[in-house]
């Protein structure tokens, strides 16, 4: 195993942050009017109450999203711009719950989408039964149904998990068929919890870059 110098690691880690700091902080926003309403989607990952409201995994940092993903789904309808929403939903015997508290059980008022975003409506329900939803049959037939999107508006939480994986794994899956797509993550509409090791910020940082680095379009905020 190489052997790593703490202190030469904590000084690079430090600078390289300061300079992920600042790009993220210079990111241009983007003004939803430039986008095509009939090639366009919002995804709005895990706003659930699990994530937000209640349970072993709620989180305020989530729970202060609800108003401004609630906004954007209304600006959405008024562009036309088709919209999902991601739910975690799971069974008691979820392998899941070997790395994390046992969370968003079928039927259970955790695995239900925020009043606030329920409210707006419009949207495709899907449930997933895992961190990354591209990977769930509905969401497969829904991309096979609806060929002509190409660009997806990604918002919710976790940006170092569930976000993350969806927004990287559906640009590898345009990127392996030749087909130019855009994934937009606004930071201001993503964000991810903070608890022990976990620190919200570092994490959402370094997952806002990594998806920068894996053709995400990262942008600071929507503009109606």
Not at 90 to 99: C, L, N
């Amino acid at each position: 195993m190489k052997t790593i110098d703490k202190k030469d690691f904590l000084s690079r880690s430090t600078g390289a942050l300061d300079k992920i700091f600042d790009m993220l902080a210079e990111l241009p926003e983007l003004k939803l009017e430039e986008l095509k309403g009939n090639n366009t989607a919002l995804v709005i990952v895990d706003m659930i109450n699990g994530f937000a409201k209640e349970g072993a995994l709620s989180s305020v940092r989530v729970y202060e999203l609800i108003p401004g993903i609630a906004g954007l789904s209304v600006l959405c309808d008024r562009l036309e711009i088709k919209k999902l929403a991601f739910a975690d939903c799971h069974t008691e015997e979820s392998p899941e719950f070997g790395a994390y508290p046992k969370h968003c059980i079928a039927g259970s008022s955790e695995g239900e989408i925020v009043d606030e975003i329920k409210k707006t409506g419009g949207y495709i329900l899907i449930l997933k039964n895992s961190t990354n939803g591209f990977l769930e049959e509905s969401f497969q037939k829904w991309l096979k149904e609806n060929q002509d999107t190409d660009t997806f508006i990604i918002t919710g939480d976790c940006t170092d998990i569930c976000v993350q994986q969806l927004a990287v794994t559906l640009k590898a899956w345009f990127n392996m068929r030749n087909k130019a797509s855009r994934i937009i993550v606004p930071i201001d509409m993503v964000d991810t919890y903070d608890f022990g090791l976990h620190d919200g910020e570092l994490m959402n940082a370094t997952a806002l870059y990594n998806m920068i680095i894996n053709g995400i379009e990262v942008v600071r905020g929507v503009k109606g």
